[in-house]
């Protein structure tokens, strides 16, 4: 069984997907709803044996699988995970589950298709943070594109089909400099494409720089990073709810991912070389974005932005290439998930009953809406990293790594929290505080036990990670700590 869990967890919610394909009449929306939310619980509860059955302590890869794929051109079915990845598993069924639930009532047309393309887009995620093949992660990575267009393409906003284009067509260009970097290190390597034996190919310095600004062409298009950020507001905003909480809490964490399980260990040397660039990089994205924020309109278009924010701690943290940076950007990693998806939920809740995502909208919704309120101004608070929330955490490790890398470095940083919240308070006081703006407002109902739920769920999982971080450190631990090892040896040849 125990050698079996990640195909388990890849392949449940794909097999759920499928079969929800085959129902495909509108008629049949309420079994399709609750067959959708079997298939999310279940594809969450086969993940749970993997944190529970982790041995803590040590770099090696868990769970592996290992099988002829592609035997002529020596591709496995090669699966693991380590302390690295083994919590975005977790993260993926999670926020599949609440997106589920989220989109009960929100989706009428085509609902099979909907709730089936979460299902298998959450397989795919998953396979990305599991494989260890480079085709493998190739084919998961890429292929996480197509249910993610066709949600945004079918059930998104007016521009739908402008966004989803804008959102194929960057990610898509940004990855196949990947594949011509992943074809080089199969060449390099006697004809592999075990990751693992990628990471210990002495490179020379020139190959390191082209291997390195290659694959940053995709990671950094999908964290995403200024300058190439400016494809996720447009999608954002034209993605249902659902959508936008799949891509801001998961989607995301692939680019990120990336750059540790290939950019890092593959070429450190470039890395370290080009860790200048990506700090500058990565605090313009800290900084300016933030700035960007303070000024929307659109409550969608303003989480964006923070989300561009939020991901340039990460960037951060993982290129001043220290322990606490590198673990830091990680929780970051994971308490953005909870948290960034929380915020387009709630906007999703307040567009479910006015139909608008401008803030001039709305005024006075704690009047109608105090429980719904509440649970907003918690998630607002970890946006701006309020200590006992999640958002904290990651942050404030990040910071404490900069300014021991560099205290004008670690001053920048520690500006996002200003910034974060500057344009997180003022969006909740012009959209929750104060009387009654209008007759819409006046008209709303607070939120039913189905939104509750998913909210509450969410509410818990900030708290935790905020209050009681440990078990997410201590599983990272000994894989961050092997990584800047390895990291801080040179690989030239």
Same mark, same amino acid.
């Given at each position: 069984m125990g050698?079996?869990l990640?195909?388990?967890?890849?392949?449940?919610?794909i097999?759920f997907?499928?079969?929800?394909?085959a129902?495909?009449?509108?008629? #049949?929306?309420?079994?399709?709803?609750?067959i959708?939310?079997?298939?999310?619980?279940?594809?969450?509860l086969?993940?749970?044996?993997l944190?529970?059955?982790?041995h803590?302590?040590?770099?090696?890869? #868990?769970?592996?699988?290992?099988a002829?794929?592609i035997?002529r051109?020596?591709?496995n079915?090669?699966?693991?995970v380590?302390?690295?990845?083994?919590?975005?598993v977790l993260l993926t069924?999670?926020?599949?589950v609440?997106?589920v639930i989220a989109?009960w009532?929100?989706?009428?047309?085509?609902?099979?298709?909907?709730m089936a393309?979460?299902?298998i887009?959450?397989?795919l995620?998953i396979?990305v943070?599991?494989a260890l093949d480079?085709v493998?992660f190739?084919?998961?990575?890429?292929?996480?594109l197509?249910?993610?267009?066709?949600?945004?393409?079918?059930?998104?906003?007016?521009n739908?089909?402008?966004a989803?284009?804008k959102?194929?067509?960057?990610?898509l260009?940004?990855?196949?400099l990947?594949?011509?970097?992943f074809?080089?290190l199969?060449s390099?390597s006697?004809?592999s494409f075990?990751? #693992?034996?990628?990471?210990t190919?002495?490179l020379? &310095?020139?190959?390191q720089t082209?291997?390195f600004?290659?694959m940053?062409a995709?990671?950094a298009v999908?964290?995403p990073m200024w300058p190439?950020?400016t494809w996720?507001?447009?999608?954002?905003v034209e993605a249902?709810?659902?959508g936008?909480?799949?891509?801001?809490?998961?989607?995301?964490k692939?680019?990120?991912?990336?750059?540790?399980?290939?950019?890092?260990?593959i070429?450190p040397?470039?890395a370290?070389?080009w860790?200048?660039?990506?700090?500058a990089?990565?605090?313009?994205?800290v900084i300016y974005?933030?700035l960007?924020?303070?000024?929307?309109k659109d409550?969608k278009k303003?989480?964006a932005y923070?989300?561009?924010a939020?991901m340039?701690?990460?960037?951060?943290g993982?290129?001043?290439?220290s322990e606490l940076?590198v673990?830091g950007g990680?929780? #970051?990693?994971?308490s953005?998930?909870?948290v960034?998806?929380?915020?387009?939920?709630c906007?999703?809740?307040?567009?479910?009953?006015?139909?608008?995502?401008?803030?001039?909208s709305y005024?006075?919704?704690?009047n109608?809406?105090?429980?719904?309120t509440?649970?907003?101004?918690?998630?607002?608070m970890?946006n701006?990293g309020l200590?006992?929330?999640?958002?904290?955490?990651g942050e404030?490790?990040?910071?404490?790594?900069?300014?021991r890398h560099?205290f004008?470095?670690?001053l920048?940083a520690?500006?996002?929290l200003?910034?974060?919240?500057?344009?997180t308070l003022?969006m909740f006081?012009?959209v929750?505080?104060?009387p009654?703006a209008?007759?819409?407002?006046?008209k709303?109902s607070?939120?039913n036990?189905?939104?509750f739920?998913?909210?509450?769920?969410? &509410?818990i999982?900030?708290?935790?990670?905020g209050v009681y971080?440990?078990p997410?450190?201590d599983?990272m631990d000994?894989?961050?700590k092997?990584l800047?090892v390895h990291?801080?040896?040179?690989k030239?040849n």
């Amino acid at each position: 069984m125990g050698s079996s869990l990640l195909s388990l967890a890849i392949w449940t919610p794909i097999v759920f997907g499928v079969l929800l394909l085959a129902l495909g009449r509108d008629d #049949q929306a309420p079994l399709v709803r609750w067959i959708a939310l079997a298939g999310s619980v279940i594809g969450f509860l086969v993940t749970l044996p993997l944190y529970g059955r982790f041995h803590l302590g040590t770099a090696q890869m #868990q769970f592996v699988e290992n099988a002829p794929w592609i035997a002529r051109f020596n591709v496995n079915y090669h699966l693991g995970v380590d302390g690295i990845s083994l919590w975005f598993v977790l993260l993926t069924a999670f926020i599949t589950v609440i997106v589920v639930i989220a989109s009960w009532q929100s989706i009428q047309r085509k609902v099979n298709q909907y709730m089936a393309a979460f299902l298998i887009l959450s397989g795919l995620m998953i396979g990305v943070f599991c494989a260890l093949d480079g085709v493998l992660f190739y084919v998961f990575f890429e292929a996480t594109l197509i249910p993610m267009y066709l949600i945004i393409g079918i059930w998104g906003g007016p521009n739908k089909i402008y966004a989803a284009f804008k959102f194929f067509l960057y990610t898509l260009l940004g990855s196949l400099l990947t594949l011509v970097a992943f074809v080089y290190l199969y060449s390099r390597s006697g004809g592999s494409f075990d990751i #693992q034996t990628w990471h210990t190919l002495p490179l020379s &310095a020139t190959a390191q720089t082209l291997l390195f600004f290659a694959m940053f062409a995709a990671f950094a298009v999908k964290v995403p990073m200024w300058p190439v950020h400016t494809w996720l507001p447009d999608v954002h905003v034209e993605a249902p709810t659902g959508g936008s909480a799949v891509l801001a809490a998961i989607m995301l964490k692939l680019g990120a991912y990336g750059f540790l399980r290939f950019s890092l260990p593959i070429t450190p040397d470039a890395a370290r070389e080009w860790a200048g660039l990506m700090i500058a990089l990565s605090l313009i994205a800290v900084i300016y974005v933030g700035l960007v924020a303070i000024v929307q309109k659109d409550m969608k278009k303003l989480v964006a932005y923070s989300s561009v924010a939020h991901m340039g701690f990460v960037t951060l943290g993982f290129f001043i290439f220290s322990e606490l940076g590198v673990s830091g950007g990680l929780v #970051q990693m994971i308490s953005h998930g909870f948290v960034s998806g929380a915020m387009f939920l709630c906007i999703g809740v307040l567009y479910d009953r006015v139909h608008s995502r401008e803030i001039a909208s709305y005024g006075g919704v704690v009047n109608t809406m105090p429980r719904f309120t509440a649970l907003a101004l918690l998630f607002s608070m970890a946006n701006c990293g309020l200590p006992a929330t999640s958002g904290f955490v990651g942050e404030w490790m990040v910071i404490l790594g900069s300014v021991r890398h560099n205290f004008w470095v670690g001053l920048g940083a520690a500006t996002a929290l200003i910034l974060g919240a500057s344009y997180t308070l003022w969006m909740f006081k012009r959209v929750f505080l104060g009387p009654v703006a209008n007759d819409d407002v006046r008209k709303l109902s607070d939120i039913n036990a189905r939104e509750f739920l998913m909210l509450a769920l969410l &509410a818990i999982a900030v708290l935790w990670a905020g209050v009681y971080p440990k078990p997410l450190t201590d599983v990272m631990d000994a894989s961050v700590k092997n990584l800047l090892v390895h990291v801080s040896h040179s690989k030239l040849n």
